[in-house]
């Protein structure tokens, strides 16, 4: 499937940025909305630190409501242009996408963000084996 140290995998899986060998959040499933932003505040593993600065997740709004736009405009697409809905239906074809992909795409934005700023690190493989 997904080849670890690749960020695709760890933006689809919620790892560890750096190791990948761990979630970084309490609960891996984002059904459970009450624990869905819940995070560990270090990795076990590699011991990264996720909360790297006060507020460091609020740029992860920036990358969801990308992503949002994203749904919105593929569903449009897929509603409007093949199946050929109208306009209203297209428009509660967004909506329902948007509230059904909210859990998944808040969890995304997250991985997305700090995927840009921490890359995987092979090293932190060797060190916990030894």
Known sequence: MLKKGSKLNSILTGSCPKCQNESMYVDKNPLHLTSILKMNEVCSHCGLR?????????????????????VGIATFIISYVIFDSSVKTSFIAIIAALIFLFPFVLRWSRNIYINMFISYDPKTQKKKQQ
């Open 50 to 70: 996720y909360q790297i600065e006060p507020s460091f997740f609020y740029g992860a709004m920036y990358v969801s409501y990308g992503l949002n736009v994203a």
